[in-house]
């Protein structure tokens, strides 16, 4: 890692010196590289290696390129490892907090789980009931079928003998329950 960084600020360097316009992305593209890699470079020879980037970067906004950012040495270190402290600190914290809410999370599942349940019991109990009274009305719409059916088959004057006789002496009995009921009025 240590000569792919020097590599790339002698190319810098080298790029810098030269001042073409045409050259100024390959430029920012280098300075960006040795940023990302000075970042995560943690060896001894770091704070003279920064310093050269440091350099570059004053040289390279000085020929026109912007967006740069210098490294900072010790504030950096110092950022990264408070930074490190607080995330620990927030893990702990985190963790208590996390136990509370994956046990209120639990009772609230097990409450709703019970009342799914519940609903569930009361779903199948209605459909119950729905299959008994559908199945009692079906029971009753075939009687009343076989009722009708009878009916529509049976015509007045297919009556037997024995009712034709029975259905002349009912109206014979009513003329003469008229009759009498006229002469008394």
Do not use: P
């Amino acid at each position: 890692m240590t000569k792919e960084i020097q590599l790339l600020l002698k190319e810098t360097k080298t790029l810098l010196q030269r001042k073409h316009l045409e050259d100024n992305d390959n430029i920012h593209s280098k300075l960006l590289g040795l940023y990302l890699y000075l970042h995560e470079y943690t060896e001894s020879d770091r704070e003279s290696l920064v310093n050269e980037y440091n350099e570059l970067v004053d040289k390279a906004t000085g020929a026109g390129i912007s967006k740069l950012k210098k490294i900072k040495i010790i504030e950096n270190i110092k950022k990264t490892e408070s930074i490190k402290i607080k995330k620990r600190e927030e893990i702990v914290k985190g963790d208590e907090q996390s136990e509370k809410l994956a046990m209120s999370i639990l009772d609230h599942s097990k409450i709703l789980k019970k009342k799914a349940e519940n609903f569930g019991q009361m779903l199948e109990n209605s459909k119950k009931f729905v299959d008994n009274v559908s199945t009692g009305v079906r029971d009753n719409v075939k009687q009343v079928q076989k009722g009708v059916l009878s009916l529509e088959s049976k015509e007045w004057y297919n009556l037997s003998t024995g009712q034709v006789i029975l259905l002349l002496l009912f109206v014979i009995l009513i003329f003469i329950i008229m009759y009498f009921i006229i002469r008394i009025v």
